[in-house]
């Protein structure tokens, strides 16, 4: 099978501007996962889809949002980019239907520098 | 809430000797746990869980973990290091649902960096 898959992998984008990420789950998985990764604040939580519907938030301001669509491919937006959002931000995608028990599998990440 | 803690940023081990990456929890119902590794300029990668059951789990490429409830601890380990196990180690956890707790994603500590010396 294919693993998870994130385009674009890297991305610059200037402060004020929005940006969508995209992310594919390996086939068969209809949970998906949401992170960023940074240096000083390590591996933080988004939000995590299953069946379209978000089942869980982190504690992130709403200029971050995503969606999954029927077919279980995932977006997320982030509007009114700020210099603070540069990050890896990484999608995993889980078989287990949302009850969280199931390992996730993570794609390789898209890096994204606001300037 | 749930947090995880991985006090040690770096861990040095001789190859050949014993590892351990130390990981402690809380969460307010019953525990999920996992143990991820990350090589540099790749993905998280999946090396074991513990969801219900035996407290030995056994992982990918030998490392093994024990769930300690009394201690809230999920140590990681292996018997006999390699210099290939030289990579970033995540622990992570999330609140079992309908254990008490709440419906949060999964939340991972800071990551320890793990350095096998020839």
């Known amino acids: 099978k294919a693993g998870v898959t994130q385009t674009p992998r890297y991305l610059i984008k200037t402060r004020g501007q929005q940006v969508t990420l995209s992310c594919s789950p390996i086939?068969?998985?209809?949970?998906v996962s949401w992170y960023q990764q940074t240096p000083g604040q390590g591996l933080q939580f988004l939000f995590e889809?299953?069946?379209?519907?978000?089942?869980n938030k982190g504690n992130f301001p709403g200029r971050f949002s995503g969606r999954q669509f029927s077919n279980s491919r995932s977006e997320m937006n982030v509007s009114t980019l700020e210099l603070g959002d540069s990050a890896l931000y990484l999608c995993a995608s889980s078989f287990t239907p949302g009850q969280g028990a199931g390992e996730q599998y993570f794609g390789p990440g898209t890096r994204l520098t606001v300037t | 809430a749930q947090s995880v803690a991985q006090p040690e940023d770096q861990v040095n081990v001789a190859e050949g000797n014993p590892l351990t990456v130390k990981c402690t929890y809380s969460?307010?119902?019953?525990?999920?746990l996992f143990w991820y590794v990350q090589y540099p300029n790749r993905g998280l990668q999946f090396l074991l869980k513990?969801?219900?059951?035996?407290?030995l789990v056994k992982g990918s490429y030998g490392f093994e973990a024990e769930f300690n409830k009394s201690q809230t601890s999920f140590h990681l380990k292996k018997p006999s290091a390699l210099v290939s196990d030289s990579a970033l180690y995540f622990c992570?956890?999330?609140?079992?649902?309908?254990?008490?707790?709440?419906?949060?994603?999964?939340?991972f500590g800071k990551g320890t960096h793990l350095i096998i010396q020839p």
């Open positions: 992570a956890v999330r609140d079992a649902p309908y254990s008490g707790g709440g419906a949060d994603g999964l939340t």
């Open positions: 086939s068969g998985h209809r949970s």
């Open positions: 889809y299953f069946s379209e519907t978000q089942r």
């Open positions: 969460v307010s119902g019953n525990p999920y």
């Open positions: 513990y969801i219900t059951g035996d407290n």
